[in-house]
């Protein structure tokens, strides 16, 4: 049978934005619960070693795996040399994430840093070890089995982390539940993806994966820079405590948002990879997954910006609703990001990551100067300075692309007309009923919502009639399964 692409990403793009929604909504029910017994300062104190880990991890994985999910021939030799090459990368970063704790706990003014780094820089050797059996899982588009070291990992970090807080642990609550969760991820992989080096790597396959990912590895590290280098000055300059809340209005959006973003470049790399060989095939599923990728990503970020006030007095005290506007930013930049996040696929599936890092290149000035300005005038300039920089890659990531395949402006702008027109209509329809509806914020919300849910799919249904009715033949065709299965049972 040949390989369909679009039923490829559908069937694949489900399982994982379950494993990852999955993954995400525990970890997001836990920091509902842990907020209450950790101070804000002490969750900007685990938002540093996060931002500081972020670099670390980044440099040590050297874009290894997406070498391997790439690879058309040696795939065996090609994750021996990815298992050697990511053990070493990472055990050298650790180590000097070890030997860096100390002095960069005194940039930060933060002596209680120092033996945090130290204890999180082990999750670089525990992810290395399982780096093989996880890009194989990505390769095989074995989504449905990812759920597994997922919903393990945000189980056991989830309970640690909150049976810790409770029990006064503070901040190591944080660090450890961390550790655990990478642990236990890492030991499920071995089981559902068993896999081992039956040979010595060879040098030529090494030096082709590292030449692979030096490249990515540079694009990667910049394009992490705007959302790392935030909570790093945010951490320096403004205090954990003011960190502590900037980081936890990332929570929600990064649930709904990058949760699916994550998920969509997981599946939409292997399956590019498999017909990039057809120029024309390739361009088609380009616009095509844009379009499907736009609606619901601006559907779900102006939702959470319309919404961010009853959804944050709902869930969160007092303590926290310095959040709110930050949210609402976040949740734009996190919804506009979509547009640079098909073509940074499309240039990784052909391999010209080199085209990736030059855009990057480009787009680093912007990253200084935008958080520079913003720094000043606290978090939620902050937040608005992420929201201008996630439109300044879109132009030279267009022309990068373009050297790869015939793109058109028109048919881009085309792809994403019907998510813009039907998240217009949504937020316009939920701010109108929250400007005159009084009562409880449980009540707000749940109204806002009903607002935004029922103008957005009356929009969708003009604007785009073959995907609505397309999402509607799946949700019955997955009803009746379900029903059919109840019934038989």
């Not at 996880?134 to 390769?139: A, D, V």
């Not at 393990?152 to 660090?175: D, E, F, M, N, P």
């Not at 009356?458 to 799946?474: D, H, K, S, W």
């Not at 949700?475 to 059919?484: A, P, S, V």
């Amino acid at each position: 049978m040949a390989f369909s692409p679009g039923k490829a990403t559908k069937k694949n793009l489900l399982w994982a934005y379950l494993s990852f929604a999955l993954t995400k909504g525990l970890n997001f029910v836990a920091v509902i619960i842990v907020t209450r017994y950790v101070a804000p300062a002490e969750f900007g104190l685990m938002a540093i070693c996060l931002a500081i880990m972020g670099y670390f991890d980044i440099i040590s994985r050297f874009g290894l795996g997406a070498a391997l999910i790439s690879a058309q021939e040696r795939q065996e030799e090609t994750a021996v040399a990815v298992f050697a090459c990511g053990l070493i990368s990472s055990g050298v970063m650790a180590f000097l994430m070890w030997q860096g704790a100390g002095p960069l706990a005194a940039i930060f003014d933060a002596p209680d840093l120092a033996p945090l780094l130290t204890a999180i820089a082990i999750t670089l050797i525990i992810r290395a070890s399982s780096m093989v059996h996880f890009s194989l899982l990505l390769r095989e588009l074995g989504f449905r089995k990812k759920i597994i070291p997922d919903v393990t990992q945000g189980v056991a970090k989830g309970l640690i982390s909150i049976a810790l807080a409770i029990a006064g642990y503070g901040v190591w609550a944080l660090i450890i539940g961390y550790v655990a969760g990478t642990i236990v991820a890492s030991i499920t992989l071995f089981i559902i993806r068993p896999w081992r080096p039956h040979s010595w790597p060879d040098l030529a396959t090494m030096k082709h994966v590292m030449r692979y990912g030096s490249y990515l590895i540079g694009a990667e590290t910049i394009s992490a820079t705007s959302r790392v280098l935030d909570n790093l000055l945010v951490g320096k300059f403004l205090g954990p405590a003011a960190l502590g809340i900037y980081a936890i209005s990332f929570r929600i959006p990064e649930l709904a948002i990058k949760t699916f973003t994550s998920v969509a470049g997981s599946v939409l790399h292997p399956v590019m990879s498999r017909i990039q060989v057809n120029a024309e095939d390739l361009a088609r599923f380009f616009y095509q997954a844009l379009s499907y990728c736009a609606l619901l990503v601006f559907g779900v970020g102006t939702a959470i910006a319309v919404l961010a006030g009853p959804m944050v007095h709902v869930l969160y005290t007092e303590d926290w609703y310095g959040m709110i506007e930050p949210m609402r930013l976040i949740a734009l930049s996190f919804s506009v990001s979509v547009i640079n996040l098909l073509p940074g696929v499309l240039l990784k599936t052909v391999g010209r990551t080199d085209l990736m890092f030059r855009v990057s290149l480009i787009n680093l000035p912007f990253i200084a100067l935008f958080l520079g300005v913003a720094l000043p005038f606290g978090i939620t300039a902050v937040a608005a300075a992420q929201l201008l920089l996630a439109f300044v890659p879109f132009w030279p990531t267009y022309v990068a692309t373009k050297r790869v395949i015939d793109l058109s402006l028109s048919k881009v702008f085309d792809a994403l007309r019907p998510a813009l027109v039907c998240a217009g209509t949504a937020s316009l329809a939920a701010v109108l009923v929250l400007h005159f509806l009084d009562g409880s914020e449980l009540m707000r919300l749940l109204a806002g919502m009903a607002a935004y849910s029922c103008a957005y799919l009356i929009a969708l249904r003009v604007q785009a009639p073959e995907t609505f009715t397309a999402g509607a033949r799946f949700l019955r065709h997955r009803l009746k399964l379900n029903f059919g299965k109840k019934v038989g049972t």
